[in-house]
């Protein structure tokens, strides 16, 4: 049902509203600029209640380069 949920309601709603956005999922996750970071919760929170019923935890990540790398 997540895989549903974020590869055919969250993102489509996301590419049909802004589709100018960058997204990209990995697994039950979407990648996206910091910018966009506030949409995108918005939108997951919004369609994540409204099929499950209760809010759910989401978690932001934020990527960083490998300090090894140079």
């Known amino acids: 049902m997540e ?6 309601i969250i993102t489509c709603r996301i590419a049909l509203e802004r589709p100018d956005l960058p997204i990209y999922t990995i697994y039950e996750s979407i990648v ?8 995108i919760r918005r939108v997951m929170e ?12 989401l978690k932001i990540e934020y990527w960083e380069p ?3 790398e140079q």
Do not use: W
């Not at 996206?32 to 949409?39: A, F, L, M, R």
């Not at 919004?46 to 935890?57: D, M, N, Q, R």
């Open 46 to 57: 919004e369609v994540l209640t409204s099929f499950v019923g209760i809010p759910s935890t």
């Open 66 to 68: 490998d300090k090894g």
């Open 32 to 39: 996206t600029t910091q910018e966009n970071e506030d949409y």
């Open 3 to 8: 895989t549903y949920l974020f590869l055919d």
